[in-house]
């Protein structure tokens, strides 16, 4: 009687700690948040509070991108908003017009941590913003590390409007996802927060010249980069195409992996036969990868009855399995996506090649390979270009969908 009598006492204290979402009292309004590095830099970001249906919602927005966040809980006088995507959490207090705590993201080794706090009805920036059609232009843009003087090659993309300047970085790895800001006296200054990087770009233009100079790249709690640009309409990336490869003697793709029921999938199943098969190489943890998934759950729902099947690889952070599983889960559960996610292994490095010991030269998350229906591989895609990039993703759009209606209209 008295383990029962604990057991109740339990339960009780932690049904008092916890409430939900109806229980959440946040300002509804628009906020700006501030996550604060060690340095006193704070990389600013906007979000709005609302109810919907009596619960709490908070839609963070950059540029044309909005991530959807309901999952609020109340742990005595504190609130933990856990987001969508890459494992991720807000724990704060709520003080009426402003909101201060801390952001976590979850990683194998050790947490990433960085103090917030958020001011009801500001903006991103402070500054007026000015339009300068200049900027809407494509730039050879040059990275150098502060600390190693490493440097790297990138093309940016931005865009001026009369509301605000939008913009990203292109690498043959990826893009830097959806950036927004403000001109101001000659000064750009773009900021974003996507629940798993937090940037803020800072950088001197000169229209006069057409000049990026100045810059600074801050990322998350100690990343800094100093940057400058060369206009360059023509910039172009490498070739996607033709950075990852099959090693010589190799046309197919074959692994057996497991999906998130345990069940093995392979390609030589019974359901992959005869059929156009897209293979992404990926991760929940990876923003990049989220992009190109909301493009392929609609190539699915698009081009499944005319003989499309996807599968997503995914290569986790984590090497718990039930961390894996709730991960990709998560991931599957929010883009609503029907095709399959497999266990594919870890982001070590040489995980993706012993997985899949036939590929060379891999070097990027995502990674998209094209199978025609005879099983044999017929292009990677390194990389990817998503809609921040505007041109560009418009172009790989075009190009994805031309190949691969070519492929399915072959009997």
Request: hydrophobic share 35%; charged share 20%; proline share 3%.
């Amino acid at each position: 009687m008295k383990h029962k009598i604990g057991i109740y006492t339990c339960i009780l204290t932690i049904l008092c700690t916890i409430s939900f979402a109806q229980d959440i009292k946040i300002n509804s309004g628009h906020w700006r948040g501030n996550l604060m590095r060690t340095d006193g830099i704070n990389i600013p970001f906007s979000f709005q509070m609302h109810t919907v249906n009596g619960k709490t919602e908070m839609l963070i927005t950059n540029a044309n991108d909005t991530l959807v966040v309901n999952d609020f809980k109340k742990f005595n006088d504190s609130i933990l908003i856990t987001l969508p995507f890459f494992d991720a959490e807000f724990m704060v207090k709520s003080e009426g017009d402003k909101i201060k705590g801390r952001w976590t993201r979850h990683l194998p080794k050790s947490n990433t941590y960085m103090p917030f706090e958020a001011v009801l009805n500001q903006n991103r920036f402070n500054e007026v913003h000015q339009n300068e059609l200049k900027l809407n232009n494509t730039w050879d843009v040059k990275f150098i590390d502060e600390n190693t003087k490493d440097s790297s090659e990138a093309i940016g993309q931005f865009n001026c409007s009369i509301n605000n300047v939008t913009g990203t970085f292109l690498t043959t790895t990826g893009d830097y996802r959806f950036l927004e800001g403000i001109y101001n006296g000659g000064k750009i200054k773009l900021s974003t927060f996507d629940g798993s990087h937090a940037y803020l770009v800072l950088a001197d233009f000169d229209p006069k010249t057409n000049t990026i100079s100045n810059g600074i790249f801050y990322a998350g709690l100690t990343g800094k980069e100093n940057w400058s640009g060369i206009l360059n309409p023509e910039a172009e990336l490498p070739d996607a195409e033709k950075l990852t490869f099959l090693k010589p003697g190799y046309q197919k793709i074959q692994f057996q992996l497991p999906d998130l029921n345990n069940n093995v999938i392979s390609l030589a199943d019974a359901k992959y036969q005869h059929k156009v098969v897209l293979l992404q190489i990926m991760g929940s943890w990876c923003p990049n990868c989220l992009d190109e998934s909301k493009l392929m759950a609609e190539v699915y729902d698009a081009y499944h009855s005319k003989g499309l099947e996807i599968i997503g690889l995914c290569f986790e952070k984590s090497d718990d399995i039930k961390v894996i599983k709730n991960n990709i889960n998560n991931f599957k559960k929010q883009l609503q996506i029907k095709y399959p996610l497999l266990i594919a292994g870890n982001t070590k490095k040489g995980s993706v090649n012993n997985t899949l010991p036939m590929l060379a030269n891999f070097v990027a998350f995502p990674t998209l390979i094209l199978i025609d229906r005879n099983g044999n591989v017929q292009s990677i895609h390194t990389g990817y270009s998503g809609p921040a990039t505007e041109k560009f993703y418009l172009a790989f759009k075009k190009h994805f969908i031309e190949n691969l209606e070519k492929y399915l209209n072959e009997k």
